[in-house]
C-alpha cells in the first residue's frame, strides 16, 4: 500500500465524513493505517455516517428475483440473456452499466457449473463482485478502492485465480491479471459487508454482498462502540417513488469522546469463544485481536470441543423451520427437529460447552422457534428466556439487531401488555443499532402505533 495513495484518500475521506457532519475524522498511524476517531463528543444511537454502495453482488439464489443494480426484489427481473448472471428490474437497465461487465461475466461464468436454485453460472459472490468492480474501474474512484483493507488470502485460492484471469482475456478485463485480481479479491473480501433484509427470520437474511469504500477504515473490536448496517433505502413510501440504493451506514452502540477511536466487529461475535475469534481473525484479516473481550471478558471452550459437528445439525434444523413457516405446518417434521435440537444439547453438555457459548444459546433460540411452531406456547417463552438470559451475560459480544428479531419472535407468542413490551424493548434497540428512520424500524413502529390506538377490545396479539 502505497504512502502516497494513503494521503490522497485519506483527504478524500475525511472531506466526506465533513460534509456529513464532522462526527468523526480519519487519522493515520505511524505503520501506515487507518483508523477513524470521534471528533467531539457522541451519544449512544448517533448516527456517524451513510453512504451508498460502490458495487453490489447478489447471493445466486436472488439472482432472479432481485435486481443486479439496486438489490429490490420485483416479480418481473429480467435476466441478461448473455451472461444469465445479472439480472434487472424495470426501474433500472441493463444497458449502460452491465454493457462492460457482461462478456467478463460469461467468460468468468464458464468455470462454475448452473444449479437449480441459481440464476445462471453458480458464480460465488465475491468473485463476481471483485468482476464487477474491475469493469467500472473508470466510474469507481479507483485509488481510493486500492486502499482499502486488503486481507490475506489463502495458498489454495490460487489455483482458482489462475483459472478466472485465464478466462478474462476479454475487453475491459485484459489488462487484469492474477496479481492484479487477487488484490481487488482480497479487498473485497475483507471490506464487503452483507447486504441484508434484517425483516426476514435469522438464517435467510443475507441477500449478497455491498462494497462501501467510505466504512473501509474502522478498526475492529469483539465489543464494538458501533454497529454498521446495510440495507435497501427506500427514496419514499409512494407508487411513484419505487427507486431503491443499497446504503451502509453506522450507528454507535455506546457513548464515545472526543478522540476515541470508532470500532467495528470484522466478524460475526453472538457468543464464540475467545480461541474461535482469534482464529478467525488470523485466517481471514491476519491480525491477533487484543480488544477489552478477548484480555478480561472471555469465553473459553475445553480442549478437542467439537463445535463444527453441532453447528452443522443446527444449521440443517434452522432451515427445515424457515421452510415450516412458509407451509402448512408438519408436526411430525417438528417433532423430529426439536429430537434433534435436543441431541445437540446433550452434546453440548457432555463437553461442557459453556451456557453463554454461541451454540448453547442457538439452542434455546431453535427450541422457542420449534415450540412456537408447533402451538405448545409455555415451552416456547421458556426457551425465549432462556435464550435471553444468557446472550445477557454476553451483551457486549452479541449481535443487537439478532437480539431485537428474537425479541420480536417472543412478542408473537405473548399477548397483551408482556408482548408489548417485549415489542417496545425490541423497537428501541433496533432505533440505536439501525436508526429510528430505518425502512423496517419505521413500519415496526407504525405498527405498534396502530394496535396501541385500537380498542382493548381489538387487540389481540402483539404485531409481528
Not at 470521534?38 to 454502495?53: P, S
Not at 443494480?69 to 441478461?80: G, T
Not at 490460487?158 to 492474477?178: T, Y
Not at 466487529?265 to 481471514?284: A, C, D, F, V
Request: charged share 25%; hydrophobic share 35%.
Amino acid at each position: 500500500m502505497a504512502k502516497r495513495n494513503l494521503a490522497i484518500d485519506k483527504a478524500r475521506y475525511v472531506a466526506k465524513t465533513m460534509s456529513a457532519g464532522g462526527l468523526v475524522t480519519a487519522s493515520e498511524s505511524d505503520k501506515g493505517g487507518i483508523f477513524v476517531t470521534a471528533t467531539k463528543d457522541l451519544k449512544k444511537g448517533t448516527k456517524v455516517m451513510e453512504c451508498a454502495a460502490a458495487s453490489l453482488a447478489l447471493d445466486p439464489v436472488y439472482r432472479r428475483t432481485h435486481c443486479g443494480f439496486c438489490a429490490r426484489k420485483h416479480p418481473n427481473v429480467r435476466v441478461c440473456g448473455e451472461c444469465q448472471v445479472i439480472g434487472c428490474c424495470p426501474n433500472c437497465s441493463l444497458d449502460g452499466r452491465h454493457k462492460n461487465e457482461c462478456a467478463a461475466l460469461q467468460a468468468l461464468g464458464r468455470l462454475f457449473p448452473k444449479t437449480e436454485d441459481a440464476c445462471g453460472p453458480n458464480i460465488d459472490s465475491s468473485h463476481l463482485l471483485t468482476v464487477r468492480l474491475l469493469c467500472r474501474r473508470d466510474d469507481l474512484d479507483w485509488e481510493l478502492s486500492k486502499c482499502l483493507h486488503a486481507v490475506s488470502l489463502p495458498d489454495s485460492i490460487d489455483a482458482d485465480v489462475f483459472a478466472i484471469c485465464a478466462q478474462l482475456q476479454v475487453p475491459p478485463l485484459s489488462w487484469v491479471g492474477n496479481d492484479i485480481y487477487k488484490q481487488a479479491l482480497a479487498r473485497v473480501i475483507g471490506c464487503s459487508h452483507a447486504i441484508t433484509d434484517v425483516s426476514l427470520s435469522l438464517g435467510s437474511q443475507s441477500l449478497g454482498r455491498g462494497l462501501f469504500p467510505e466504512h473501509s477504515f474502522y478498526n475492529h473490536s469483539c465489543a464494538p462502540n458501533a454497529f454498521l448496517s446495510c440495507f435497501l433505502m427506500t427514496n419514499g413510501d409512494s407508487e411513484e417513488k419505487k427507486h431503491s440504493d443499497v446504503m451502509a451506514r453506522l450507528h454507535l452502540l455506546s457513548d464515545v469522546k472526543a478522540g476515541d477511536q470508532i470500532s467495528i466487529s470484522y466478524i460475526p461475535t453472538s457468543g464464540l469463544s475467545n480461541q474461535e475469534r482469534q482464529q478467525r481473525l488470523k485466517q481471514g484479516y491476519d491480525f491477533a485481536c487484543d480488544c477489552e473481550a478477548c484480555s478480561s471478558r472471555k469465553i473459553v471452550l475445553p480442549p478437542n470441543t467439537d463445535v463444527d459437528s453441532i453447528r452443522e445439525i443446527q444449521f440443517s434444523c434452522n432451515e427445515r423451520l424457515l421452510e415450516q413457516v412458509d407451509s402448512t405446518t408438519d408436526l411430525d417434521e417438528i417433532e423430529h427437529i426439536i429430537s434433534l435440537v435436543e441431541m445437540t444439547k446433550r452434546g453440548i453438555r457432555n463437553q461442557e460447552i459453556p451456557h453463554s457459548h454461541e451454540v448453547s444459546i442457538e439452542t434455546d433460540r431453535l427450541l422457542a422457534m420449534a415450540y412456537s411452531l408447533s402451538g405448545k406456547k409455555e415451552e416456547a417463552i421458556k426457551h425465549h428466556d432462556r435464550f435471553f438470559s444468557e446472550s445477557a451475560k454476553i451483551g457486549h459480544l452479541f449481535d443487537p439487531v439478532a437480539m431485537a428479531t428474537q425479541r420480536m419472535k417472543c412478542a408473537n407468542v405473548l399477548e397483551g401488555d408482556l408482548g408489548s413490551s417485549q415489542l417496545q424493548e425490541a423497537i428501541a434497540s433496533l432505533e440505536i443499532s439501525l436508526g429510528e428512520d430505518h425502512p423496517w424500524v419505521r413500519v415496526l413502529s407504525r405498527k405498534v402505533q396502530a394496535a396501541s390506538s385500537q380498542p382493548a377490545s381489538k387487540k389481540r396479539k402483539s404485531p409481528s
